[in-house]
C-alpha cells in the first residue's frame, strides 16, 4: 500500500520570506514523488518530480524539493515566497513497481501575504 | 492549460439525469486519467486507461461508466447520480511506459458538477 500525508491544511508567510511545504510518503518499494499546484478554477499543474538520482530537485517557479529516504519526505521550498504562490499543493507518490496509480495528499493552501 | 481540455466546465444536474463529461488531450500521449476532488480531501482516481483499454478501476460506483475511444479522448458517463458526487472532476493524460520508468501526469481544467 501507498500514501502520502501533508500535515499542514494552510502556510501563512510573508512575501519575500522561504515558504516550505512538507509531504511525507509511505511505499514499499521505490517511490516516485511529484509536487503540484491547483489555482483556483484550474487543474493541477506539473512542478517537479523527484525519480532518481540527485536529491534536490529543482523545479518551475523557483520551486525545489529535497528527496530524504530516511524520514520518508519530500519537502517543497522556494526561498523568497511571492503573492502570486498563493494557491493549493499537493503532493503525489506511486510505488515504482505500480504504475498509473498515483496517491495524491489532501493538499495544503499556501497564502502568502503583502 | 490547452494541453488537455474539458467540456464542459460547469454542469447542473438532477439525480435522475443523464450526461456526459468530455476530455481531449492534444499531448501525444497514451494513458488517460479520471480524478475525482472533493472539498478537504485527497484526489480520488477513478478509472485509469492505458493504450485505450481500462487498467484501473478504484471500485467506483456503476452509476459512473467510462469510455475511452480513442488515445486522444475520454469521457465520463454519468446517469443517477448522488448529491454526495457532486465534485471536481479532473482529467489527466500521460505517456504509458514503454521502456520508460516513470510518467508525469498533466491536467484539465476539470469540470464542477454539482447533483440537485
Known amino acids: 500500500a501507498q500514501s502520502v500525508a501533508q500535515p499542514e491544511d494552510q502556510v501563512n508567510v510573508a512575501e519575500g520570506n522561504p515558504l516550505t511545504v512538507k509531504c511525507t510518503y509511505s511505499?514499499?518499494?521505490?517511490?516516485?514523488l511529484f509536487w503540484y499546484v491547483q489555482y483556483p478554477n484550474r487543474g493541477l499543474q506539473f512542478l517537479l518530480k523527484?525519480?532518481?538520482?540527485?536529491?534536490l530537485v529543482k523545479g518551475s517557479y523557483g520551486f525545489e524539493a529535497e528527496f530524504n529516504k530516511s524520514q520518508t519526505s519530500f519537502h517543497l521550498k522556494k526561498p523568497s515566497a511571492l503573492v502570486s504562490d498563493s494557491a493549493l499543493y499537493f503532493c503525489?507518490?506511486?510505488?515504482?513497481?505500480?504504475?498509473?496509480?498515483?496517491?495524491f495528499g489532501a493538499g495544503t493552501q499556501v497564502v502568502v501575504t503583502p | 492549460e490547452t494541453g488537455v481540455t474539458q467540456t464542459p466546465r460547469h454542469l447542473v444536474m438532477g439525480m435522475t439525469n443523464k450526461k456526459s463529461l468530455k476530455c481531449e488531450q492534444h499531448l501525444g500521449h497514451n494513458a488517460m486519467y479520471w480524478y475525482k476532488q472533493s472539498a478537504k480531501k485527497p484526489l480520488e482516481l477513478m478509472f485509469v486507461?492505458?493504450?485505450?483499454?481500462?487498467?484501473e478501476n478504484n471500485s467506483v460506483p456503476s452509476r459512473f461508466s467510462p469510455e475511452c475511444p480513442n488515445s486522444s479522448h475520454l469521457f465520463l458517463h454519468l446517469h443517477t447520480l448522488q448529491p454526495e458526487d457532486s465534485a471536481l472532476y479532473l482529467c489527466a493524460s500521460s505517456q504509458a511506459p514503454s521502456g520508460s520508468t516513470e510518467e508525469t501526469q498533466y491536467f484539465g481544467p476539470g469540470t464542477r458538477l454539482l447533483v440537485l
Open positions: 503525489a507518490v506511486r510505488d515504482s513497481g505500480s504504475w498509473g496509480k498515483f496517491q
Open positions: 486507461y492505458s493504450l485505450e483499454e481500462r487498467v
Open positions: 511505499v514499499s518499494g521505490n517511490p516516485y
Open positions: 523527484y525519480i532518481t538520482g540527485d536529491n
